[in-house]
């Protein structure tokens, strides 16, 4: 999803701007993800599987995949998801060739942890208790842009960074409705009240030299936008249907929601001008306001073929409705996010993810050594104004199971070339790498 792009509206301004100016630009940027924006599940089983796992869901991370998978575990069991993400972008333009840089940006972080619970009453059910980070913030880059009209030159290094993240307690549970079909839910609470702050900052300086009217000219700006406690309510459905000993289907659904964001912004620009007449310009502002994001829906289905006890392979199909997905401000304005329009005005599609994945078990010791070998392809796409921006991916996977502990591990590329990065950088293209490296642990007791 494109970056946050507030500065843009506001940085090359060398007139002081009243704080309702302000406040409708900052209003207007793009809440940018540095992730991909169309998270389903976690795990490193199933991103070592190109990220298809509706229809097998059979570990801890089914809550986040789908819920009615959960059925399928019979121990009670931990785990825990580490993973470690490395971007590289470059960014080019054929109007501006000067703004031609790189930007590489990595992150270590806990994306899954959670601890399950089968019993029976009346009939076979499970309950988890989960935590999932799925949107990731982190990023930051660096260029240089010139800027020319009528009286006006200004050549800008600009200083972009951006860092946090969200994440959601889940509460899931499933229940067996018939042997081979089964129903799940997790209740998502998103908060930073627990452990783990729910939130980004963005921090953008520039220094500009030039000359106005023939007079000379030199601006300072320093813009700090902050994203705190967000936080709201949301659930996922999950079903999963045995259609015979071969096939299964999965099915998952989560529900939209509004999420409450409490944002700060400040500003402060020091602008010197001259001679012949010498002249100090200040502008600062500062406010407070309470913001709320609409997330969109989103929905899939999986099927599973299990070819043998060994080999199973996954087919999903999953698509985001980014076309309700809005940011209304504390005057109860709405505006698009990704593009930056009035809701009336905002052109924005739907996305639609295809994965495709596998996974080969090599038995041995009679079946209490177990090591897979996993692979997968993914369409991604990433929503933009008009049609969405494509981005492909590939993954590899492997691991060890041995009687009750499960120790697993995944490499996933995703990427996506000439990206319209939108306001980001002005009339640029991006080249998007987006390396992830994962490692679970479960322990079955």
Same mark, same amino acid.
């Given at each position: 999803?494109?970056?946050?792009?507030?500065?843009?509206?506001?940085?090359?301004?060398?007139?002081?701007?009243?704080? #309702?100016?302000?406040? @409708?630009?900052?209003?207007?940027?793009?809440?940018?993800? !540095?992730? +991909?924006? $169309? %998270?389903? &599940?976690?795990?490193?089983?199933?991103? #070592?599987?190109?990220? @298809?796992?509706?229809?097998?869901?059979?570990?801890?991370? !089914?809550? +986040?995949? $789908? %819920?009615? &998978?959960?059925?399928?575990?019979?121990?009670?069991?931990?785990?825990?998801?580490?993973?470690?993400?490395?971007?590289?972008?470059?960014? +080019?333009?054929?109007?501006?060739?000067?703004?031609?840089?790189?930007?590489?940006?990595?992150?270590?972080?806990?994306?899954?942890?959670?601890?399950?619970?089968?019993?029976?009453?009346?009939?076979?059910?499970?309950?988890?208790?989960?935590?999932?980070?799925?949107?990731?913030?982190?990023?930051?880059?660096?260029?240089?842009?010139?800027?020319?009209?009528?009286?006006?030159?200004?050549?800008?290094?600009?200083?972009?960074?951006?860092?946090?993240?969200?994440?959601?307690?889940?509460?899931?549970?499933?229940?067996?409705?018939?042997?081979?079909?089964?129903?799940?839910?997790?209740?998502?609470?998103?908060?930073?009240?627990?452990?783990?702050?729910?939130?980004?900052?963005?921090?953008?300086?520039?220094?500009?030299?030039?000359?106005?009217?023939?007079?000379?000219?030199?601006?300072?700006?320093?813009?700090?936008?902050?994203?705190?406690?967000?936080?709201?309510?949301?659930?996922?459905?999950?079903?999963?249907?045995?259609?015979?000993?071969?096939?299964?289907?999965?099915?998952?659904?989560?529900?939209?929601?509004?999420?409450?964001?409490?944002?700060?912004?400040?500003?402060?620009?020091?602008?010197?001008?001259?001679?012949?007449?010498?002249?100090?310009?200040?502008?600062?502002?500062?406010?407070?306001?309470?913001?709320?994001?609409?997330?969109?829906?989103?929905?899939?289905?999986?099927?599973?073929?299990?070819?043998?006890?060994?080999?199973?392979?996954?087919?999903?199909?999953?698509?985001?409705?980014?076309?309700?997905?809005?940011?209304?401000?504390?005057?109860?304005?709405?505006?698009?996010?990704?593009?930056?329009?009035?809701?009336?005005?905002?052109?924005?599609?739907?996305?639609?993810?295809?994965?495709?994945?596998?996974?080969?078990?090599?038995?041995?010791?009679?079946?209490?050594?177990?090591?897979?070998?996993?692979?997968?392809?993914?369409?991604?796409?990433?929503?933009?104004?008009?049609?969405?921006?494509?981005?492909?991916?590939?993954?590899?996977?492997?691991?060890?199971?041995?009687?009750?502990?499960?120790?697993?591990?995944?490499?996933?590329?995703?990427?996506?070339?000439?990206?319209?990065?939108?306001?980001?950088?002005?009339?640029?293209?991006?080249?998007?790498?987006?390396?992830?490296?994962?490692?679970?642990?479960?322990?079955?007791?």
């Amino acid at each position: 999803m494109r970056r946050p792009c507030l500065v843009i509206l506001i940085l090359s301004a060398l007139l002081p701007l009243p704080k #309702g100016a302000l406040l @409708a630009a900052t209003l207007f940027q793009q809440v940018g993800i !540095a992730s +991909s924006p $169309n %998270p389903v &599940g976690s795990g490193a089983r199933a991103i #070592g599987m190109g990220g @298809a796992f509706i229809a097998v869901a059979d570990d801890a991370t !089914a809550a +986040s995949w $789908n %819920p009615g &998978g959960l059925i399928q575990l019979e121990r009670p069991e931990l785990s825990i998801v580490g993973e470690f993400v490395y971007t590289k972008e470059q960014f +080019s333009s054929d109007d501006h060739p000067e703004i031609r840089n790189r930007s590489d940006n990595h992150n270590t972080n806990i994306n899954y942890f959670s601890a399950t619970y089968p019993f029976k009453l009346y009939r076979n059910m499970v309950v988890s208790i989960n935590y999932q980070r799925l949107y990731d913030f982190d990023q930051k880059f660096d260029y240089r842009f010139n800027l020319a009209s009528p009286g006006l030159s200004l050549s800008q290094d600009k200083q972009f960074s951006q860092n946090g993240y969200l994440g959601a307690l889940g509460l899931a549970g499933a229940v067996e409705i018939t042997p081979g079909l089964s129903l799940g839910a997790t209740l998502n609470l998103w908060t930073d009240k627990l452990f783990w702050q729910n939130g980004w900052d963005a921090n953008y300086s520039e220094r500009a030299s030039g000359t106005l009217g023939g007079a000379p000219v030199e601006t300072t700006t320093n813009i700090k936008d902050k994203y705190s406690d967000f936080h709201g309510v949301n659930a996922n459905f999950g079903l999963l249907w045995d259609v015979t000993k071969q096939l299964t289907v999965g099915a998952v659904f989560k529900t939209p929601f509004t999420g409450s964001i409490d944002h700060e912004f400040t500003l402060s620009q020091v602008q010197n001008i001259g001679p012949p007449v010498n002249s100090v310009i200040t502008n600062q502002a500062h406010f407070k306001e309470n913001v709320h994001l609409d997330m969109p829906m989103s929905y899939g289905v999986g099927l599973a073929w299990r070819v043998s006890d060994e080999f199973t392979l996954d087919l999903d199909v999953y698509r985001t409705d980014w076309s309700n997905y809005f940011l209304k401000d504390s005057n109860g304005n709405k505006f698009s996010p990704i593009d930056g329009r009035p809701k009336g005005e905002s052109n924005v599609k739907d996305t639609t993810q295809v994965r495709a994945g596998g996974e080969y078990l090599f038995i041995f010791q009679n079946k209490e050594l177990v090591v897979p070998v996993r692979a997968g392809v993914f369409y991604d796409p990433q929503p933009s104004e008009g049609s969405p921006e494509n981005f492909y991916g590939f993954a590899l996977g492997s691991g060890i199971g041995y009687k009750g502990l499960i120790f697993d591990v995944a490499y996933q590329l995703r990427w996506g070339n000439n990206v319209d990065t939108g306001n980001m950088i002005p009339n640029s293209k991006g080249d998007i790498y987006q390396n992830s490296f994962l490692a679970s642990v479960i322990y079955h007791f």
